[in-house]
């Protein structure tokens, strides 16, 4: 563990000078420095009292301590700041956020994983109580000063710090700071009401410890504090902040949940837990729905984080869970009931939100005749046993497959590892050289022009008529289904739209960007309103931006019901688009999971990349070794795979040894393929 060393400050103004040298003496094993707004005159600027404060920060400390005046300090906070930091070192620690904040519903979730730190969502750093590493408090001293004379508040401050540094902030598990009833300076308890933390550890009984992992969340709901609207938050890399976000229906609408089915269910919940309508009075049925739909979304993301019912119902009844959810109810409706009024919503809305949780953790919570499955039907494809051989070449060595309607299936592996030959067979054209297969129940080898009529086929390479327009492409196609000249001009143009590329119809194909080209390709794969839609490497050779768009239709195509088979050999694209995937290797199945299920069991939680100057990398490795569950040795760095990152991070910083760099990443699909092949994807 690294030697800690704090230094602390309490940012004030003279009106609250007081309450400020109150907390500084509550707390003498801080060392609290109380410093005041430089220019009290002037008006109310955060930034200006954050900066020096961050400017406060000890000549030989480690880490730097600033807190707001009106906040309350956990018992003991030294202590335990010193182990968090001694574990984490590099990341920034918030002790605080408010219980209406994107934050909290990620603290919520990662409290019911048993984590002790949560990730921060928000558009901003909860900064009422944040301890710093020593050295990013002196850079944002310097930083401060352009971005005070534009005026941005500090919580952005520090939030674009992090990002350009590369820097995470993260959340303690529970809050060791609370935020007093104390008037803001900002106006901010009337702009955004009371902002109480999302569960304090002052209200949690048992001993307090900071010392579990990180959460694992990928998937938060929230219920927007100003529009009272459900969305949710979907972890990825390439998005702003590593998260995007979707509309909280649209998302269960990719899982085969549709707004008719969540309304009866919500009605059903609401009969049976608030039979003579008290919550009604306080909260319209518009927004309770909202709220019942955020908490249906926590037992969707909670099937990623707790095994069974069995232990979701335990870890319920947990006093930090049960407090954390408590708050749920008051924090997301502050803006929309008043205040005195704030204290009845945890008895009245925790049981609306439990059934809400179980009923999106487990489809048998739900009501009975009205359940939805991801998947349904009979498969409509069905491999056993199936070969394809080119003269003493073995390209799909006796592979074993089952997609059902509704499924986006994918098979992932490296170039040579026999997908495309598999998606020749499946599309009808290529013979099979031994095994069986059955496309929507009918042999392909005898009914091949009958699955064709019923395919969408999408080629690794476009092969669009580029002296056509991009509408004349769609016509051509649709014409060789015996489709009328009207009924193709109005498919085309439904298409287009679909795909965005309406601006562009009349355009001829040649100066179209890949990404449009590809997205044409998808287009007229749709022509004859396909059940399946064979899609291989749908975004090779694309940029991030145009790879995005083009999930993004895969997506709604996902909603709509439509069957996707694909191949790819980039990690992020199956993990976005594939409910079940099997990795290939040589021909062969190596594994086959969802690709949750596939991280979890081969690879784990998280990856810590160390690179070092020298070529003698098993030599590193060996001298590694007990960090973690294990490590592995690639030919230009070493992986350490751990359960915490950061922990196993600060063992090898420990060992001293001549790393010239050492991150911590999320564990992804690319780890399980190292682990079930022995070498990478890009090999």
């Known amino acids: 563990m690294a030697t800690v060393r704090l230094s602390a400050a309490v940012m004030t ?23 005041v707004d430089p220019r009290p005159e002037a008006p109310a600027n955060a930034l200006r009292t954050a900066r020096a404060a961050w400017q406060a920060v000890g000549a030989r400390a480690t880490h730097h301590l600033v807190v707001q005046d009106d906040m309350l300090l956990v018992d003991g906070l030294g202590a335990l700041l010193e182990a968090a930091a001694g574990q984490r070192p590099t990341q920034v620690l918030s002790l ?51 971005a005070d004379a534009a005026g941005h508040p500090d919580d952005l401050v520090v939030l674009n710090y992090l990002r350009e540094h590369g820097l995470e902030n993260l959340v303690s598990v529970p809050n060791l700071a609370q935020h007093t009833p104390a008037d803001s300076l900002m106006g901010n308890d009337i702009l955004m009401g009371p902002r109480h933390s999302a569960v304090y550890a002052g209200d949690v009984p048992g001993e307090l410890s900071l010392d579990g992992p990180t959460g694992d969340v990928t998937l938060v709901p929230h219920l927007l504090m100003f529009e009272g609207s459900s969305i949710c938050h979907l972890r990825d890399p390439d998005a702003a902040g590593g998260w995007r976000e979707v509309p909280t229906h649209e998302y269960l609408a990719g899982l085969g949940i549709t707004t008719r089915d969540l309304l009866a269910w919500y009605g059903e919940a609401v009969a049976e837990v608030d ?52 708050t749920f109810g008051p924090g997301a409706l502050k803006r929309f009931v008043p205040r005195l009024l704030l204290d009845r919503l945890p008895d009245l809305v925790d049981p609306l939100f439990r059934a809400a949780l179980r009923a999106g953790f487990n489809p048998d919570a739900r009501p009975e005749g009205r359940r939805t499955h991801r998947i349904t039907g009979a498969p409509v494809i069905q491999a056993r046993g199936l070969v394809k051989k080119f003269g003493s070449r073995v390209a799909v060595d006796g592979i074993d497959v089952e997609v059902r309607r509704g ?14 030959s598999t998606m020749r067979m499946l599309g009808c054209v290529s013979k099979p050289t031994n095994g069986t297969l059955r496309i929507l129940g009918l042999d392909p080898v005898r009914h091949g022009s009958q699955i064709r009529a019923k395919l969408g086929v999408c080629p690794q390479q476009d092969t669009l008529d580029t002296e056509l327009t991009v509408t004349e492409n769609l016509l051509v196609y649709a014409r060789y289904f015996g489709m009328s ?21 009349g355009s001829t194909v040649e100066p179209l960007s890949g990404g449009m080209k590809r997205r044409l390709t998808i287009a007229r794969a749709l022509v004859n309103d396909p059940e399946i839609v064979l899609l291989d490497e749908p975004t090779t050779g694309l940029d991030p931006q145009a790879r995005h768009l083009v999930w993004e239709r895969l997506f709604r195509l996902k909603q709509q019901g439509v069957t996707l088979v694909l191949t790819t050999h980039y990690m992020d694209e199956a993990e976005q688009l594939c409910d079940r995937l099997v990795v290939m290797d040589g021909g062969k199945i190596v594994a086959q999971d969802s690709p949750a299920e596939l991280i979890r069991r081969y690879a784990g939680r998280e990856v810590v990349e160390v690179r070092f100057g020298g070529d003698d990398l098993d030599g590193y490795a060996e001298k590694m070794d007990g960090i973690g569950d294990r490590v592995e040795t690639l030919p230009d760095r070493v992986l350490v795979y751990a359960p915490d990152g950061e922990k196993a991070a600060a063992a090898v910083r420990d060992r001293r040894l001549p790393a010239t760099s050492v991150l911590v990443r999320r564990a992804s699909l690319e780890d399980v393929f190292l682990r079930l092949t022995g070498r990478t994807l890009v090999d």
């Open 96 to 146: 605080f956020t408010e219980w209406g904040s994107r934050t909290s519903h990620a603290l919520r979730l990662s409290a019911l994983q048993g984590a002790s730190w949560a990730p921060a969502l928000d558009p901003y750093t909860p900064s009422a109580a944040v301890l710093l590493p020593a050295d990013v408090a002196r850079g944002l001293v310097g930083y401060a000063a352009e």
């Open 485 to 505: 000249r009207s009924a193709a001009k109005a498919k085309a143009a439904q298409l287009l739209d679909f795909v965005q590329l309406t601006e562009r119809a």
């Open 13 to 35: 103004h003279p009106r609250r000078l007081d309450a400020a040298r109150a907390m500084r003496d509550r707390h003498p094993e801080l060392d609290l420095q109380v410093v």
């Open 407 to 420: 499924e986006a299936f994918g098979f992932l592996g490296p170039n040579g590892a026999g997908k495309s």
């Open 275 to 326: 039979p003579y309508g008290a919550i009604r009075t306080l909260v319209a049925e518009p927004l309770l729905f909202q709220v019942w739909l955020t908490a249906f979304g926590y037992g969707v993301a909670a099937g990623d984080l707790v095994p069974d019912v069995a232990a979701l119902d335990e870890r319920l009844e947990q006093p930090l869970v049960r407090h954390a959810l408590r």
